[in-house]
């Protein structure tokens, strides 16, 4: 089992910034491709931005790229979130995930096997 932890939402003026962690425990850390998600009200859950396990690389969508930037660090065993440029269409709850020997390629939400519990993020002035 793996358990993971999101903190760092709130509320945010547009144009600001936010950064989100995601802590990890139980099995091996740097086994697991992680992930993050976002689902707004009355929306599907969509892909935001994944990271391989050693952390060398990653991946984004395109509604985020530029302005969000996934990392994790396999010491600490946590993941994070770069935001920035925040935009009203960004509100939303915010997941992270975790696949087991997962990769980049995995944006698929229904590819994940564990899911923390989310947090809000809301960008309005």
């Known amino acids: 089992q793996v358990q993971l932890v999101e903190s760092g939402g709130g509320l945010v003026q547009p144009g600001g910034s936010l950064r989100l962690s995601c802590a990890s425990s139980?099995?091996?850390?740097?086994?697991?491709?992680m992930g993050w998600f976002r689902q707004a009200p009355g929306k599907e859950r969509e892909f935001v931005a994944v990271i391989s396990r050693s952390g060398g690389s990653t991946n984004y969508a395109d509604s985020v790229k530029g302005r969000f930037t996934i990392s994790r660090d396999n010491v600490k065993n946590a993941m994070y979130l770069q935001m920035n440029s925040l935009k009203p269409e960004d509100t939303a709850i915010y997941y992270c995930?975790?696949?087991?020997?997962?990769?980049?390629?995995?944006?698929?939400?229904?590819?994940?096997?564990?899911w923390g519990q989310g947090t809000q993020v809301t960008v309005s002035s």
């Open positions: 995930a975790a696949k087991w020997l997962g990769g980049i390629w995995n944006k698929n939400n229904n590819e994940y096997n564990y």
């Open positions: 139980g099995r091996t850390f740097s086994d697991y491709g």
